[in-house]
């Protein structure tokens, strides 16, 4: 078990809310992440509330589209951070705590003529890998890791510069004449995903993408272990010596067999072995 996690490019929450219900429902994420919500101040969250779900946003404010918003379950403890909230990025953060540890998620959303925003994520990126170990940021971020160079070979090294891994390898928006990877889940700690894909679900034209992350970590089975005691070899070495010398090893050369020979040299042995160095 872990919490799952999911992000889609909606392009318009409010006239694609019922298809975002639908994705709650048949998936039952504990938190969806939502890029391009194109929401305004004037719209109310109750005129895109689901039930069972609290949200959070992040409206653009210059200019029309954009936008990003999180969906999480009302079970989860969660808690808007704005410590990692920067004015050139359009990103959202929020803590989930769940056995005694702490889960910072983020929902970024790239437009893609924002130049800029290497450098400002750059930033944000330093300010989380020097305080944080558990992470996941989605988000759509238009910069194609399956090119070779580009923005998509420009983003890659600034993940590499802090240890981020982006887990999505398939493409997620794909056309006529394009496939590309530009919806993307970032995180540091891969040993603790342990599940992720891209689902052929598209609200918009950006397919959805999750990943389910381990945050309680089983404590292993108690095991009893045996250690030998050289007490007794160390204060009386000659009694141990008197009983290798003095065994019947001539025994073993009755037999033909190599493995017999081996099996009769080590019962001998582990018979003088154990009367002096017993296990504990």
């Known amino acids: 078990q872990g919490v799952s996690i999911g992000h889609s490019n909606v392009q318009g929450l409010r006239k694609n809310l019922h298809e975002v219900k639908i994705l709650l429902q048949h998936t039952n994420l504990d938190i969806l992440t939502i890029s391009e919500t194109h929401l305004t101040q004037d719209i109310h969250d109750n005129e895109v509330n689901i039930n069972g779900y609290r949200i959070l946003r992040r409206d653009r404010s210059h200019k029309v589209g954009g936008g990003v918003a999180i969906y999480f379950n009302i079970s989860l403890d969660c808690v808007h951070i704005s410590k990692y909230d920067n004015d050139g990025i359009e990103a959202l953060w929020i803590e989930s705590k769940a056995h005694s540890q702490r889960l910072l998620v983020g929902c970024v959303y790239r437009p893609p003529d924002n130049t800029s925003f290497f450098d400002e994520f750059n930033q944000v990126l330093s ?13 759509d971020f238009n910069s194609d890791q399956l090119a070779p160079n580009g923005n998509g070979a420009k983003f890659k ?3 590499q510069s802090y240890n981020f891994c982006n887990i999505i390898k398939a493409p997620t928006r794909t056309s006529a004449h394009s496939n590309t990877l530009i919806d993307l889940i970032l995180t540091i700690n891969t040993s603790k995903v342990s599940k992720s894909d891209v689902i052929d679900y598209c609200i918009a034209d950006h397919k959805f993408i999750y990943v389910i992350y381990k945050l309680k970590i089983r404590n292993p089975k108690p095991f009893v ?30 037999f033909e067999d190599l493995d017999d020979i081996t099996w009769a040299w080590n019962c001998m042995y ?11």
């Open 225 to 254: 272990k045996y250690v030998q005691n050289f007490k007794n070899v160390l204060e009386n070495p000659k009694d141990f010596k008197h009983d290798l010398e003095s065994a019947p090893w001539w025994v073993c050369s009755t």
């Open 127 to 139: 300010e989380i890998w020097m305080s944080r170990r558990n992470v996941v940021i989605a988000g």
């Open 270 to 280: 582990n018979v003088i072995a154990n009367s002096h160095i017993p296990l504990r």
């Open 157 to 159: 090294r600034i993940l």
